[in-house]
């Protein structure tokens, strides 16, 4: 069942010619990034006494890629390109692809920049001598009923997690950090009072820095290490247990398993479809490895990319492997699914993910599988979002009190 001479060429080396020698071919792919270096989004990130508070970052927009940003993304479609150039073939074609990001214009943008980087126009495609890009067709919905990308928001989640946040345990991990809390409370002068509120500002630290701004002097006891620590612990808290891996990466996980369970089936349309894309947040990232359980990264850098290749051998047996671009650090490491192999049979992982796959009402969170807007696989559902009469099912749902400072 394990073909070992594929397994000894996996091991020893990343390249595109290893499938084609040890006649492994990929067969589907689904990948999934975190948008590249912004700046702070200055309507969300802020705090009464921050002296840059004002600063302008012009021309980049609020929460805009830098161009160091749109690069590191640029950067993520060439790495696509030089691993997969065979299977992705000269040509760019709509139905090949399925490309959808976050509301967001960053998320947008990266998709963009990741999709140039990957389709430089060749020979026929070439439509303007001096400009080697071509345009590629991509979705986005609002995050209000984005559940596929802002599992975060979904009710089943977000009360799952605010049950989860008041047990003791919970709050006993928590409480460590108190005192970093209210240090940080006293001198930003605002409530820093969970993990979550110091995730924020460490992300606004963070970008401020790399804009060369000062930080205040009094940032020096807690940022980054402290800070750091427990941003981690926030992202580990929302995937805590089997429930929030399953509502919240898991959301995610559906979809690509669903679609590899129609590839094996035949059944999955575009017939040439080839590679679906999701640009979105470090939080994406986050959950999502967290619910394969291969846990790493812990805080996703800029571009910070999950590769899931779904392989077929010689006996049309499929099999699954996941692979994590790091991003600034610029590595593409072969990750291991706990309790399989690198290349892990599809039944398999499939047995593996049994319990962090969402059902049917988890999954439609927002309505029922006809009135799914991110089931659109195909260009006709993406005019599915705007048929209004769809509209209230969504509306009735959506939380009145949503955090969706995804970053
Ligand atoms: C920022 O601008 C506001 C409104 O103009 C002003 O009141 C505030 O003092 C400014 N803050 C800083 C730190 O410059
Ligand atoms: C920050 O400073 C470094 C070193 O001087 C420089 O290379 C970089 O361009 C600066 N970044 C910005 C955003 O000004
Ligand atoms: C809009 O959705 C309704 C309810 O699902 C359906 O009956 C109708 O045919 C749809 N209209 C279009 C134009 O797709």
Redesign the pocket.
């Known amino acids: 069942m394990y073909p070992g001479r594929c397994i000894l060429f996996y091991a020893l080396s990343l390249t595109l010619a290893d499938l084609v020698y040890c006649e492994m071919q990929v067969k589907l792919l689904h990948v999934l990034f975190r948008h590249g270096d912004k700046v702070p989004h200055q309507e969300y990130q802020n705090y009464p006494n921050d002296p840059h508070r004002n600063h302008s970052y012009y021309p980049i927009e609020n929460g805009g890629l ?1 161009n ?1 940003g749109k690069m590191r993304e640029y950067k993520i479609g060439m790495l696509l390109r030089d691993r997969y150039n065979k299977y992705f073939g000269q040509y760019y074609w709509p139905d090949m692809i399925y490309a959808q990001s976050t509301y967001f214009p960053r998320t947008q943008m990266s998709l963009q920049l990741v999709l140039a980087g990957l389709f430089p126009p060749k020979d026929k495609q070439i439509w303007n001598p001096h400009l080697p890009w071509s345009p590629v067709s991509s979705f986005f919905v609002h995050y209000n009923a984005d559940y596929l990308l802002f599992p975060h928001l979904c009710p089943q989640y977000t009360s799952t997690y605010a049950r989860f946040l008041r047990e003791d345990q919970t709050r006993e991990m928590i409480s460590k950090y108190q005192d970093v809390m209210k240090y940080l409370s006293k001198y930003t002068g605002k409530d820093v009072s969970t993990t979550s509120a110091v995730y924020y500002l460490y992300n606004l630290f963070k970008e401020q820095a ?3 701004l000062t930080l205040p002097k009094w940032t020096e006891k807690v940022y980054p290490k402290t800070m750091k620590d427990i941003t981690a612990l926030d992202f580990n808290l929302r995937s805590y247990t089997r429930d929030l891996k399953r509502l919240n990466g898991g959301m995610l996980l559906r979809k690509v398993t669903d679609d590899i369970k129609e590839l094996r089936t035949g059944n999955l349309r575009p017939s040439g479809r080839k590679a679906f894309f999701f640009s979105a947040h470090e939080l994406n990232v986050a959950t999502f490895v967290r619910t394969l359980g291969t846990d790493d990264p812990v805080l996703p850098a800029y571009g910070s990319t999950v590769i899931l290749e779904t392989l077929q051998d010689e006996n049309e047996m499929y099999y699954i492997r996941v692979l994590l671009w790091t991003g600034v650090t610029e590595r593409l490491i072969v990750q291991t699914v706990p309790g399989c192999t690198e290349i892990c049979p599809l039944d398999v992982f499939l047995d593996l993910m049994k319990n962090v796959i969402p059902t049917d009402a988890e999954y439609y969170c927002y309505g029922t599988e006809s009135t799914n807007i991110n089931k659109r696989n195909t260009d006709s559902a993406a005019s599915d979002f705007w048929n209004f009469s769809k509209w209230p099912y969504l509306l009735i749902v959506i939380p009145s009190i949503v955090n969706f400072r995804y970053f």
């Open positions: 830098t160091q790399a804009q060369n």
